[in-house]
């Protein structure tokens, strides 16, 4: 929520914050599940929604990258082609 309001050069670093604390969320939650803090059911719902917020991240980080327009390059079939 914080990134939206930000400039492009701003986002970045907080974009990559937030998934370092989405990272150790991962680990602390693992963590639980192996302590048996959490039972799996609950387990499983948490990993979903951090899945789904790891993805959210994601969009944001590839935003940011300048999109790229591929070349297209003919595509050589040697029998094809007969200058060779």
Do not use: C, H, W
Request: charged residues 40%.
């Amino acid at each position: 929520m914080k990134a939206s309001g930000e400039q492009k050069k701003e986002k970045l670093p907080t974009l990559e914050k937030a998934s370092l604390k989405l990272n150790m969320m991962r680990v602390f939650i693992r963590l639980m599940k192996d302590a048996k803090t959490i039972d799996a059911k609950k387990y499983m719902i948490l990993e979903s929604v951090i899945d789904e917020i790891g993805r959210m991240l994601g969009d944001g980080f590839a935003r940011l990258k300048p999109s790229r327009v591929r070349e297209r390059v003919p595509m050589r079939v040697p029998f094809l082609n007969k200058e060779e």
